[in-house]
């Protein structure tokens, strides 16, 4: 399942570095939904280029929905999100981790499912069982939610969470977590849930031209260069929709906008879900099945 090999790591540039191309403008769903440029990557990054301060752009900054489509856009190479989430960790009384009992993680690959996969256990036993992982006793849901909101992270708890992952074949269900390991272990073998399960021959058979497959965005923008080609190949063999622009960039189900616009002029069969959080959005617009892929076996 796992044949990657980590590019060696491109320093990424901050925001002094944005020429102000208006190129995030055209993927940025904040953009779309405000037409306000203050509500976009370049807008935050000209702000901070003119001396605004953290708390300045705080609606700006709690209005992002951090999904990555910004970052491989960029031609300058910001790390945008990264820049977004320093910018939250700078505002306000953000909550630090509350100590929250932790069991022993278990031998061999883990499987980290994630505050919306923790939620639905019957589908977290299907996605272990699809994968054969044992389902991690810390995920670091604790990581995750401070990452999302810039709470703070105290380095020992950082380290005791990696140390518990050294070494392991890691499938991860939260997509700014797993966008987080990249950087911080950057030999590990790391997949998404949505690109593990992907890979399964046994699904890939199950979906059919008439789905529309929605792709988690975090994830994907995170390694978006190795996974353009994944899911090219997915699209290839299957012959599914995605939510996919023509550059590439995966459409965040942000809100029923977002999903209404993506789905505009489909008429898909199905609609298949990398993200459970997705489903509720789809279920709203379209009244056609939505499924998580793992529930492609029995489907
Ligand atoms: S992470 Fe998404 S919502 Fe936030 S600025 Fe980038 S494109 Fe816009
Ligand atoms: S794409 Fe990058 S360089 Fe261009 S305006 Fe946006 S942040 Fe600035």
Known sequence: MFGLSPKAPVA?????????CSLCFLV?????????PRFTPEGLAKALQCGATASQLAEVIDACSLCGA??????????????????????GDRPGLSPISREPQPAGALLLPGVDLR??????????????????????????????VGGDIP??????????????????????????????????????VGEALSNLTAL??????????????????ADHERLVT?????RAETGCAMNLDLQRIAIPATDEAEVSWMLRGRKPARIVVENPAD???FENVRDVPVLHIAELAEA
């Open 28 to 36: 940025c769903p904040m953009w779309r939904s405000s037409r306000d």
């Open 279 to 281: 489903r509720a959005a």
């Open 230 to 234: 994944h899911y090219d190949r997915l």
């Open 119 to 148: 939620a639905n256990p019957e589908l977290l036993a299907r996605v272990g069982a699809l994968l054969g992982f044992a389902s991690a006793g810390d995920d670091g849901a604790d990581i995750a939610l401070a990452l999302e």
């Open 204 to 221: 890939r058979r199950r979906l059919a031209s008439a789905d529309f497959y929605v792709i988690e965005p975090r994830a994907y923008h």
């Open 155 to 192: 380095s020992a708890r950082r380290r005791r969470f990696l140390d518990s992952l050294d070494g392991r074949t890691l499938v991860v269900g939260d997509g700014l977590l797993l966008a987080a390991l990249r950087r911080w272990l950057p030999a590990a073998r790391l997949q998404s």
């Open 70 to 91: 910004c970052d491989p856009v960029c031609p300058e190479g910001i790390d945008l999100t990264g820049m977004i989430m320093d910018l939250r960790r700078e505002t």
């Open 12 to 20: 990424p540039r901050d925001y002094t570095a944005c020429s102000g």
